[in-house]
C-alpha cells in the first residue's frame, strides 16, 4: 500500500472520528448553561451589525455624513424600533431611498 492510500485513510477516518463525535457527546450539549444561552443570543445581531452598519457609514471607502444611505439607515432603525414590522420597515427604508436618490 502507497504513502498516498495510507494518507487517504487517515483523513478518512479522520472525517468519520469529527464527524461522528457528536454522538458520543449528545447528552452533554443537551443542556446550555443559561450564562451560555445569554452570549448565544447576541450573536445574530452583532454578525447582522457588523454587515450593515459598514456598508451604511463608509459605502464608497471614506465616511460620509450626509449621504442617503445614512440617513435612510437611521430612519429604518427608527421605525423597525417602533413598529417591529419587518415589511414597514421595509417599505419605508426602500421608498425614502428611491425618493432621496431622485434628489
Known amino acids: 500500500m502507497s504513502d498516498a492510500w495510507v494518507a487517504v485513510l487517515l483523513a478518512g477516518a479522520g472525517t468519520f472520528a469529527m464527524r461522528s463525535s457528536f454522538l458520543a457527546f449528545a447528552h452533554r450539549m443537551a443542556e446550555v448553561p443559561p450564562w451560555l444561552r445569554r452570549v448565544l443570543r447576541q450573536i445574530p445581531p452583532a454578525a447582522l451589525a457588523s454587515l450593515v452598519v459598514p456598508s451604511l457609514l463608509r459605502p464608497e471607502g471614506r465616511i460620509d455624513l450626509f449621504q442617503a444611505r445614512l ?18 420597515t421595509l417599505v419605508v427604508g426602500m421608498g425614502l431611498l428611491i425618493i432621496l436618490d431622485q434628489i
Not at 440617513?71 to 419587518?86: D, E, K, M, P, Y
Request: glycine share 6%.
Open 71 to 88: 440617513w435612510v439607515g437611521v430612519a429604518a432603525v427608527l421605525v423597525a424600533w417602533r413598529t417591529r414590522n419587518i415589511a414597514v
